[in-house]
């Protein structure tokens, strides 16, 4: 006697559940690949989110630099209408003053056609385009002989053209910059402004401004604590400020003091300045 209609069943058994195996299998593998994007998709998003806002006019705490913000507040309406009357501006102040957020607001204001230079800027940067009207040039402490000679002629191309402006800054006076004797003859041609660094409380509100800017409610006591354990120039501290966003985005949790010591204890670099 031939058992052939018990064969059947029996492979057809083995196959669907050998499918089901590799089905169950495959869901698994997709599943964790789903939660590894996931995460990156979740990671790339705080950090979207955490993007600091642009520096502008409106978000610059003035202190005592009221005549330096509002010239550079009022150039781009001033070249529009051909009645600026100084084009040739320099700022000079200490890391953190200020200087290069008051750079960036005008660059913001002026839009498409201001053009941000630094000494990490190609040498090309330096060549001047009738497409461009502002011309920021920071840190010019840090230029090379060869970027000092471009910035030269920028100045003259800019100064040659009404609706032009050349704004430079360092951290000394003209006078005082290691600098080509030409060139630094020239920075001190138009407006000097000394551009002077906050106090503790235009610190505190500026952090927090900025925390505002960013959706977040920072706890009284966070930047009276950022200002006593961290380097106090307001680059560093906005820096901070970042990080700080991201990680209470991450952990899902308002921003305060003990989740401030939380992150400190995640990250290698706790305190910039190891006060902390």
């Known amino acids: 006697m031939r058992f052939y209609p018990m064969r059947v069943p029996f492979r057809r058994a083995t196959r669907i559940s050998d499918a089901n195996h590799g089905w169950r299998a495959l869901q698994t593998v997709l599943c964790r690949r789903l939660r590894r994007l996931s995460s ?19 978000n610059f705490i003035v202190g005592p630099n009221r005549e330096a913000a509002q010239t550079l507040a009022g150039l781009p309406a001033d070249l529009s209408a051909g009645t600026a009357r100084d084009r040739g501006i320099y700022l000079w ?8 957020h ?41 230029l090379s002989p060869t970027q000092q000679i471009a910035a030269f002629n920028l100045f003259n191309e800019t100064r040659a053209r009404p609706h032009c402006a050349f704004v430079a800054a360092g951290s000394q006076p003209p006078v005082d910059m290691p600098l080509r004797e030409d060139l630094r003859t020239r920075l001190g041609w138009g407006l000097v402004f000394h551009i002077v660094g906050l106090d503790d409380a235009g610190k505190k ?39 700080l966003d991201r990680f209470s985005m991450e952990q899902k949790r308002a921003v305060t003091l003990p989740l401030l010591r939380q ?14």
């Open 205 to 243: 509100q500026a952090l927090q401004n900025a925390a505002r800017e960013r959706g977040l409610q920072l706890a009284a006591d966070v930047p009276a604590y950022l200002l006593t354990h961290f380097q106090r120039d307001m680059s560093s501290l906005m820096a901070l400020l970042d990080r």
């Open 263 to 276: 992150m400190l204890t995640h990250t290698d670099s706790a305190s910039p300045d190891g006060k902390h």
């Open 40 to 58: 990156f998709v979740i990671q790339q998003l705080y950090l979207d989110l955490g993007t600091p806002p642009p520096a502008t006019f409106d």
């Open 93 to 100: 102040g200490a890391v953190g003053s200020g200087r290069t």
């Open 102 to 142: 008051l750079m960036e607001a005008l660059c913001h204001a002026v839009g498409p056609s201001a053009r941000y230079l630094r000494a990490r800027s190609p040498l090309a940067a330096f060549t001047f385009d009738d497409a461009s009207t502002v011309y920021c040039v920071d840190d010019c402490d840090d």
